[in-house]
């Protein structure tokens, strides 16, 4: 079933999406659960509003896409993708500055938790990507993202963020808030559209449009 609701995913569902991308899917180089989320904030909330045919292959990081067992479990992995940029739409409609990004936590050398923002600000830079050129005007604010999305080897930036890393992680929220605000009017007026994007449809057949929204045939694209 595609999802009919806007609602957040439970962690079961997360572990689920997570389990299929990094076990079962067949990829190389799928996204992580980090990864997805900012890159769908960033389609959500960017100049421009990219199609799933754009933004999905990113994702997989296979353009061929992941091995479905069945048309059954494709439907659901997508359903989760779609259910979870739904619910971040519905955030950001309902209070941008509430907004927070899913970062991972872990455990530092000392087994103290320590959060990591390199994995959701690499997603959120992919999306950027799509359009790269429309984003020019918020380069500014894009900084405290773009500081943890640049490859390491700058001893000046590498320095930067050893010691202030908490500060520039307390940036990203702010970051998104003001892009979507930015960039509002540009949806409003119906350049674009980040609206809530609910699927009604109960099932994708063989021979029906792939939900993915390549315009290819279910068979001939993620189910294939």
Not at 36 to 58: E, K, N, R
């Amino acid at each position: 079933m595609l999802p009919t609701s806007n609602t957040d995913l439970t962690d079961e569902e997360l572990d689920e999406l997570e389990q299929f991308l990094m076990r079962d899917s067949g990829l190389d180089a799928p996204m992580s659960i980090n990864e997805i989320d900012g890159l769908l904030t960033a389609v959500l909330i960017g100049p421009v509003f990219p199609p799933p045919s754009q933004w999905m292959p990113l994702v997989w990081g296979d353009e061929g896409g992941p091995e479905f067992a069945s048309e059954e479990q494709a439907q659901r992995i997508i359903g989760l993708l779609m259910q979870h940029m739904n619910a971040l739409s519905r955030q950001l409609q309902e209070d941008p500055d509430e907004f927070e990004p899913l970062l991972l936590v872990d455990l530092d050398e000392d087994r103290k938790p320590i959060t990591i923002a390199d994995h959701w600000c690499l997603g959120f830079m992919a999306g950027v990507g799509i359009e790269e050129t429309a984003w020019q005007e918020v380069e500014k604010t894009l900084l405290p993202i773009m500081m943890f999305a640049l490859e390491p080897g700058d001893a000046e930036i590498d320095d930067e963020l050893e010691t202030k890393r908490e500060q520039w992680i307390a940036l990203l929220s702010p970051a998104v808030a003001k892009i979507y605000r930015h960039f509002l009017a540009q949806r409003a007026d119906g350049r674009s559209s980040p609206k809530t994007m609910i699927h009604p449809e109960p099932k994708v057949g063989r021979n029906g449009p792939c939900p993915c929204g390549s315009g290819k045939k279910y068979k001939k694209c993620c189910l294939h």
